[in-house]
């Protein structure tokens, strides 16, 4: 087969693997005739490695191999027996022969390597960490998906047997809800020392070494394998042995997205040397929202200790799998064992034999190309779990707790960490990642600047120029007062259209027109159901924005027929958050002349009416504090919040309602499927909570109800969300 012909040929059966979902499974042989011609960049201790294992696989060919150590490049070209050496990596990836590379150079030159080969359309193999940092780790996936190219991740246990049937069992439920996974690293690591700046070895290209990193003077001990504890070249010992057990506990455990809250302790206790990494670190990683677990949450701590061989299971990494029925421990070392309730050990628990390799994990990659599927650990899965690695450092490094976006991926209100998630290069440097320039986007918590202005009867809301709400006093058909054409900071619109479009869900036109406060029976009227109205009588404070934050102020009467029910003073006000766009709703509700009352129903309270999309019958979810899902969970219960929310163009839009725990009593969520959800303090009988409640209140005296409805985008931590609505209702 002719070269170019044959170079299209493998590229043309990676065409499907952006979105794939398969698995591809080892196999002995490779699928195709057809010979891979295969560079080594990196040539190392793992450079070693890959060399070996690649010579034991069919079908590969090593026609280069690449290092800037002339001694390194020398032993490579011995075992790789008629292949080209260069010391330039441009030269590897500008051969149009070279079908795939493996990348094993330090954790510098990841992220660039890789980047480049698979912009020139070649399929990668790259060691762990995948990247040297958060961001160019979210490159390599685009660059992946964009060339439509195989990128493997050195993450070996993924193409393991044993680690693979055991996770199988904990995903099948072997000790119930996997909640918690306890990860360590525990093992002698020596000291580097302390020295000097001087001259790098003869033989040893430094520039090259360096590519895109700082240009700093050679140190003897920052140099080959050294270079993993320092902060321009390495990721510490997380990044270098820990990086294994954390990927396949974040397997185990079931989690696919970041997590949302980062918490880390550490640093040096034993080695007095010169190395920028922590020797001691405890990291643990919150994920919220997660489907299928009691209330929504789990967990992964990180344990590292380089200064012991004492170690749990008398092995040096591993994970404790912590379930509802049981608990798993699992070693990328061969080792696992199951117990039940009680610590009863589980030996009817049988998991396959088959240990970790570094030929299987090629074998899988090399068959991907031929195939088209999906590796086994995927540059996405290898992001994933080095992120973790980044994030874990990161925490560390800061000593604070982190907050973290997972839709922007950058850290919730916090410049410094931020920039963190990128690196510092050598200006102008030709390895510096096409992209990279946008890494720091602002976050989220710079306050946007928001505008309140009346036209004709409403009031629209915009937040840095566009619109993000409008209210209304009420309109011929929906005769109470009502927000609507409700925006997410990413500017999808989260509550149903008004009056409804084509398209929309039709239930209800009226009744439901965004964000409202109404009642089934408010001294007898039914203003909920538009039997009764609520009347516009003035703005006490008109409409009006500064900075991050606006409001206005309304008087209305609720009126049936000719009586006059009550009065309601009604503050609403608009706060940009690290979260989200916060509305708040803080109501009193008074009659000077006669006693009133609210009485027990379903329909009470502060409702929202998502859109459509995002609705339950549309793909979407409701989620409370507790844990509890969607309409036939949620109803009648309470909690501290309630989210409804679901993805639209793949990012997750909604909004959390949060009544304020000032508020007389705890709200239950009236909560439906088809987009409805209502806070409500009132429904106790309706809500099947207990007798009856009728809430007087006497002439003269007041009743006050507030709550807030974060309009948000990205998957953010909605725990978080709720502490900062108590912090801002607590100053109002």
């Known amino acids: ?57 069919d079908n590969v060919k090593i026609t280069g191999v690449c290092d800037p150590d002339e001694k390194r490049l020398a032993d490579a070209l011995k075992r790789a027996n008629g292949a080209r050496g260069v010391k330039d990596l441009r030269q590897i990836i500008n051969d149009q022969s ?9 954790d510098h030159w990841h992220g660039p390597a890789a980047i480049m080969a698979m912009d020139a359309g070649k399929h ?15 490159l390599m996936v685009d660059g992946a998906r964009r060339n439509k190219v195989v990128c493997q991740h050195g993450t070996q246990s993924r193409s393991a047997p044993m680690i693979r049937s055991a996770v199988e069992a904990l995903h099948n439920g072997v000790i119930g809800d996997v909640l918690v996974a306890r990860v360590w690293n525990v093992q002698f690591r020596g000291n580097i020392g302390r020295a000097q700046p001087g001259n790098p070895p003869g033989g040893f290209d430094y520039p090259l070494w360096l590519g895109p990193a700082p240009q700093i003077a050679w140190q003897s001990n920052r140099h080959h394998y050294t270079w993993h504890w320092w902060h321009h070249f390495g990721t510490g010992d997380m990044g270098n042995d820990g990086v294994h057990d954390i990927d396949y506990a974040r397997w185990g455990l079931g989690v696919d997205e970041h997590p949302n809250v980062i918490a880390a302790s550490g640093g040096k206790y034993f080695h007095d040397d010169d190395q920028q990494f922590p020797d001691t670190q405890v990291v643990t990683f919150e994920w919220d929202g997660v489907a299928g677990t009691p209330l929504g949450k789990k967990q992964l701590v990180y344990e590292m200790r380089l200064w012991s061989t004492s170690y749990p299971y008398d092995v040096d990494s591993g994970v404790e799998f912590h379930g509802t029925k049981g608990r798993m421990f699992l070693s990328k070392r061969g ?26 994990h090629m074998r899988n990659f090399f068959d991907c190309i031929n195939n088209g599927t999906t590796p086994n650990a995927d540059i996405e899965i290898g992001f994933k779990s080095s992120a973790l690695v980044h994030l874990g450092n990161l925490a ?19 410049d410094d960490a931020n920039k963190l998630l990128r690196r510092e290069y050598e200006p102008n440097h030709w390895a510096i990642p096409a992209g990279v320039a946008q890494t720091y986007r602002k976050p989220k918590s710079k306050p946007g600047q928001v505008t309140m202005a009346k036209r004709g009867q409403a009031v629209v809301a915009q937040v840095s120029g566009k619109p993000v709400g409008r209210f209304m006093p009420g309109d011929d058909r929906c005769t109470r007062p009502y927000l609507a054409d409700v925006r997410a900071p990413n500017g999808v619109q989260v509550t149903r259209n008004y009056p409804p479009k084509s398209g929309d869900a039709q239930d209800h036109g009226h009744m439901h027109p965004g964000i409202h406060m109404a009642f089934g029976d408010i001294g007898g009227a039914d203003v909920w159901r538009l039997k009764a109205r609520v009347e516009h009588v003035r703005f006490a404070n008109e409409p009006t924005g500064s900075g991050s934050s606006g409001g206005f102020t309304v008087e209305q009467r609720y009126v049936d027929r000719k009586r006059v029910v009550c009065h309601e003073t009604c503050n609403i006000s608009l706060r940009v958050t690290p979260f989200g766009h916060l509305w708040l709703y803080d109501s009193t509700f008074k009659n000077d002349a006669a006693d009133f009352h609210f009485g027990d129903q379903e329909e009470m309270g502060l409702a929202i009416r ?41 990012t997750r839009v909604g909004m959390l309602l949060m009544p304020d725990p000032v508020n007389f009593r705890p709200s239950w969520y009236h909560a439906r499927d088809y987009g409805l959800l209502v806070a409500n303090p009132f429904g106790r009988a309706a809500m099947k909570q207990g007798k009856p409640s009728r809430v007087d209140v006497k002439r003269g005296e007041s009743l006050r109800l507030r709550f807030g409805v974060l309009a948000y985008s990205g998957e953010i ?11 801002i209702a607590a100053q109002t």
Not at 34 to 46: H, K, L, S, T, Y
Not at 98 to 106: E, K, N, Q
Not at 401 to 413: M, N, Y
Request: with cysteine.
């Open 335 to 360: 080792k696992v064992e199951v117990v039940g309730h009680r610590n009863r050990p589980r030996n009817d628990v049988k998991v396959a034999s088959g240990g970790l390799s570094i030929p299987n």
């Open 98 to 106: 070279i079908d795939a590379v493996t990348i094993a150079t330090p």
């Open 1 to 57: 087969m002719g070269q170019s012909t044959r170079r299209d040929f493998i590229k043309t059966t990676a065409t499907g693997l952006a979105g794939a979902a398969t698995l591809a499974g080892t196999s002995n042989v490779l699928g195709a005739n057809e010979r891979f011609n295969v560079a080594v960049i990196g040539c190392g201790g793992q450079g070693r490695t890959h060399i070996n294992s690649l010579q034991s696989l």
């Open 610 to 650: 998502v859109a459509t999309p995002i609705a339950v019958s549309g793909g979407g979810r409701i989620l409370d504090s507790e844990g509890r899902k969607n309409g036939k969970e949620v109803w009648g219960q309470s909690a501290a919040w309630c989210d409804y929310s679901g993805k639209v163009a793949g």
């Open 124 to 138: 990668v193999y790259v060691e762990k960490p995948c990247s040297h940092n958060l961001r160019e780790g979210r």
């Open 396 to 414: 560390t490094r800061v000593g604070r707790t982190l907050h973290f976006d997972v839709a922007t991926e950058t850290v919730v209100g916090d």
């Open 717 to 727: 931590d909605l725990n978080g969300a709720y502490e900062v609505f108590k912090g």
